[in-house]
């Protein structure tokens, strides 16, 4: 999993070569512009774009070189467009448990999600700071 935060164009088409085989790239900023891939979907690139699932495509190059890409490239804690204000906390707080269980164990290659007791216990502490109090509007 690379997961990039730097809002600089930090990875762009001379590192793809470098990844290891089956890599996810993740982008997270305010913006569009954590990975450098304009290219990407140019004739001649040397990869094939096959959509695994809506925002997450397989890009297939020399033997050996395939990775995934998230969100197009684009931010993925900026996915849903109505996700602004503060709910993006309860984005970013997931995000944050989900790299420190993937970062606390050794797993197998494969999708995982943020078990539904640490879901909750994320909404009940966003609840408790952002949640409906008198004369105050989400």
Known sequence: LV?????????????????????????????????????????GHGYIREEM????????GAPGNSFFL???????NFQHTSAIGPAIHLIKAEMTVAAALLADAHHAPGFY???????????????????SRPGRCL
Do not use: Y
Request: glycine letters at 12%; aromatic letters at 8%; charged letters at 25%.
């Open 53 to 60: 699932i809506p925002g997450v495509s397989r890009f297939r």
């Open 70 to 76: 998230l969100g197009d490239g684009n931010a993925v």
């Open 113 to 131: 999600d943020v078990p539904p007791s640490r879901r909750a216990a994320i909404a009940a502490a966003w609840v408790d700071i952002f949640g």
């Open 3 to 43: 997961f990039s935060a730097t809002g600089g164009r930090a990875l762009g088409m001379k590192h793809l070569p470098l990844l290891r085989n089956g890599a996810f790239l993740a982008g997270a900023t305010s913006r569009d512009d954590e990975f450098d891939l304009a290219d990407l979907d140019s004739p």
